[in-house]
């Protein structure tokens, strides 16, 4: 079966530090990878998405980057976090992009990131 | 564009009450819908999805119709538990697209 890593669970960082989160995925080959963001008391942002090793699509402008360095890792990055990048980090795959809407998404544990 | 709108919370009932979550949704073409459960401090888990008109997506008690003439997907529970606590989040995916779009989410407590 499949399963989805995050890590940290928690992180509390300073304005300016900077940041690297990290998703794997385990028992699938190819699976899709998407980062979402959900704010304090509202619905979830994607920020990420990236079909294959190497190739990131953003959905949203900001300060925040993601690289695919192997087929199942994800990671996000910042040079200088923000206070506005506070937040709850969902990390989640769905199985190869085959143009149908029955693909299903499935989400991690998720990271909450405090910026003082 | 794509949006989902969920009633706000928060929902509380009492144990064993019937539970009704509102969910519409404006999107192109046929997009398939899904329902997300977020129990405390954890990431979401698929409940229930369903992928095309008058279909009707069930999972631990939960169910949700595909109404294409009304653009809903209203989650239902017969008889709540105290378990069941936890935000709920209604979700699209729109034909050809790969990013799911979701409500704000409403949190439901359920009291013994």
């Known amino acids: 079966s499949q399963t989805i890593h995050q890590w940290p669970a928690t992180l509390v960082q300073p304005v300016g530090s900077p940041l690297s989160l990290e998703c794997t995925v385990e028992g699938t080959s190819n699976p899709n990878l998407y980062w979402y963001r959900q704010a304090a008391g509202r619905g979830l942002q994607l920020l990420f998405y990236s079909v294959g090793i190497g190739q990131i699509s953003s959905e949203v402008p900001q300060n925040l980057s993601a690289s695919r360095p192997q087929d199942r890792q994800f990671i996000l990055s910042s040079k200088k976090l923000l206070l506005s990048d506070s937040g709850f980090y969902l990390c989640a795959w769905s199985p190869t992009w085959t143009g149908g809407g029955t693909d299903t998404q499935y989400f991690g544990p998720g990271t909450r990131l405090t910026v003082l | 564009g794509d949006s989902v709108t969920q009633m706000e919370g928060p929902v509380t009932l009492s144990e064993e009450a019937f539970l009704t979550i509102n969910c519409t949704y404006t999107a192109t073409g046929y997009p398939s819908l899904f329902w997300y459960v977020q129990y405390p401090g954890e990431g979401l888990q698929l409940l229930l999805k369903?992928?095309?008109?008058?279909d009707k997506g069930s999972n631990k008690g939960f169910e949700a119709t595909y109404r294409k003439e009304t653009t809903s997907f209203h989650l239902e529970k017969g008889s709540v538990q105290v378990s069941d606590s936890a935000v709920y989040f209604c979700a699209l995916r729109a034909t050809g697209r790969r990013a799911l779009t979701f409500g704000s989410g409403t949190r439901l407590q359920v009291q013994p």
């Open positions: 369903a992928t095309k008109a008058d």
